[in-house]
């Protein structure tokens, strides 16, 4: 992302050791800051598996077996779109942990959820590599871009089928002051989710409007 904290240094060393692994685009000038959506704009289309799994900034996976229990639910229940997991609630300032979504079995998540509220924290999402997916993705952001970007990913994926959350803790999420969960004016947060759902309005089909008027 252009930060001056060496992080680039780092994934160099990495990928010459496991080129075929590592697949870094080494950026210039911040794109976040110009308000590009990295992940639409930039990964997606890069992507080449059948399954994408997220893992962003400062939060990291626990289990070693995270990835191969998600893929194997999806691969037996081709009608879900997505399979998620609860993750640890990690607050850097003052060392408080809690679980997200603290759920005690599995729980199968329709779109109606994915607009209520927001359901698993990104990097605990495993889902299909589906063009209808970036295909809607692409027109939400052709409208502006908006800062609820894993709300628009989960919406999206919702629309196409059911998303499951494991009820074990799979991934750590961490809080801190400079994240992008505590970044903004609260009212200017609301402001766009008030015009990021008057946009799924438009983009999705008109049967989920009464849950997007409610």
Avoid at 26 to 36: A, G, L, P, R
Avoid at 114 to 135: C, G, H, L, P, Q
Avoid at 174 to 197: L, Q, T
């Amino acid at each position: 992302d252009a930060s001056t904290d060496k992080t680039a240094d780092i994934i160099r060393e990495y990928e010459a050791k496991y080129p075929n692994i590592i697949k870094p685009v080494y950026q210039s000038e911040n794109q976040f800051s110009k308000k590009v959506g990295i992940n639409i704009t930039y990964q997606f289309p890069r992507a080449k598996g059948k399954y994408i799994a997220m893992c962003e900034g400062d939060d990291y996976w626990t289990d070693p077996l995270k990835l191969q229990k998600q893929v194997d639910f999806l691969e037996a229940n081709e009608e879900y779109s997505a399979c998620g997991h609860t993750a640890k609630v990690l607050y850097e300032n003052t060392g408080r942990e809690e679980l997200y979504p603290d759920i005690t079995e599995n729980k199968t998540c329709t779109y109606q959820h994915t607009i209520e509220k927001w359901i698993m924290t990104t990097a605990s999402i495993v889902f299909r590599n589906n063009i209808e997916v970036f295909d809607k993705m692409e027109k939400i952001y052709s409208y502006r871009n908006i800062i609820s970007g894993d709300q628009i990913l989960l919406a999206t994926l919702g629309h196409i089928g059911d998303i499951l959350i494991m009820h074990e803790a799979m991934s750590v999420y961490r809080k801190h002051d400079g994240g992008i969960s505590n970044w903004g004016d609260p009212k200017e947060i609301w402001k766009d989710h008030i015009y990021m759902f008057k946009i799924f309005k438009k983009i999705f089909n008109s049967k989920f409007n009464y849950v997007l008027n409610y």
